[in-house]
T-cell receptor, first 115, second 117 residues
Framework: EPEVTQTPSHQVTQMGQEVILRCVPI?????FYWYRQILGQKVEFLVS????????KSEIFDDQFSVERPDGSNFTLKIRSTKLEDSAMYFCASSGTRPSYNEQFFGPGTRLTVL | AQKVTQAQTEISVVEKEDVTLDCVYE???????LFWYKQPPSGELVFLIR??????QNEISGRYSWNFQKSTSSFNFTITASQVVDSAVYFC??????????????FGTGTRLQVTL
């Protein structure tokens, strides 16, 4: 069964460093998303991406964040200068075409720890 | 703006008890989708069900059942004869249909279910 994969599973970084979180969506999917879950809290939407551009972004997704689909299979989330409050689990998701485009499949997550 | 409320922060039951997790949503759209996800201690999000706003039929899948009532804007989830493996955090989520492209999921705060022997 196809699945969304994410690497690394856990990333530890120093405050101010850049991190890139990687995701491989399901191969025939067209819509891609990043969500964030701070420990013990709810899952929050960051950004959606379609047709090589951002469709929607939340207020969390400020200038420190960017997304890219560099090679047609990977979907990355970059945080330019990490802050302590960026420590969270980051989930990538993807969804297909109509009528299933609202069924988002989630990856296992990357736990980001900023020290 | 869309909103999902899961008023139950934590529920503890003894194995074999039935348990219902509540979900109340708010949306201005007439077309929307409701979801339940399970998050076990390992942390991944496991998709359980999707329901669109035009389908109010209740659904049963094994020990799981869902009760969708538009009149009360609720989408409740019942586990019958709970088992220890059901222990997890359960999230209800809402997606508005938007303009035909996929739109974000708005999650509730989750209900932590603890099933003990």
């Amino acid at each position: 069964e196809p699945e969304v994969t994410q690497t690394p599973s856990h990333q530890v970084t120093q405050m101010g460093q850049e991190v890139i979180l990687r995701c491989v969506p399901i191969s025939n999917h067209l819509y891609f998303y990043w969500y964030r879950q701070i420990l013990g809290q709810k899952v929050e939407f960051l950004v959606s991406f379609y047709n090589n551009e951002i469709s929607e972004k939340s207020e969390i997704f400020d200038d420190q964040f960017s997304v890219e689909r560099p090679d047609g299979s990977n979907f990355t989330l970059k945080i330019r200068s990490t802050k302590l409050e960026d420590s969270a689990m980051y989930f990538c998701a993807s969804s297909g075409t109509r009528p299933s485009y609202n069924e988002q499949f989630f990856g296992p997550g990357t736990r980001l720890t900023v020290l | 703006a869309q909103k999902v409320t899961q008023a139950q922060t934590e529920i503890s039951v003894v194995e074999k008890e039935d348990v219902t997790l509540d979900c109340v949503y708010e949306t201005r759209d007439t077309t929307y989708y409701l979801f339940w996800y399970k998050q076990p201690p390992s942390g991944e999000l496991v998709f359980l069900i999707r329901r669109n706003s035009f389908d109010e039929q209740n659904e049963i899948s094994g020990r799981y059942s869902w009760n969708f009532q538009k009149s009360t804007s609720s989408f409740n989830f019942t586990i019958t004869a709970s088992q220890v493996v059901d222990s997890a955090v359960y999230f209800c989520a809402l997606s508005e249909a938007g303009t035909g492209t996929a739109s974000k999921l708005t999650f509730g705060t989750g209900t932590r279910l603890q099933v003990t022997l």
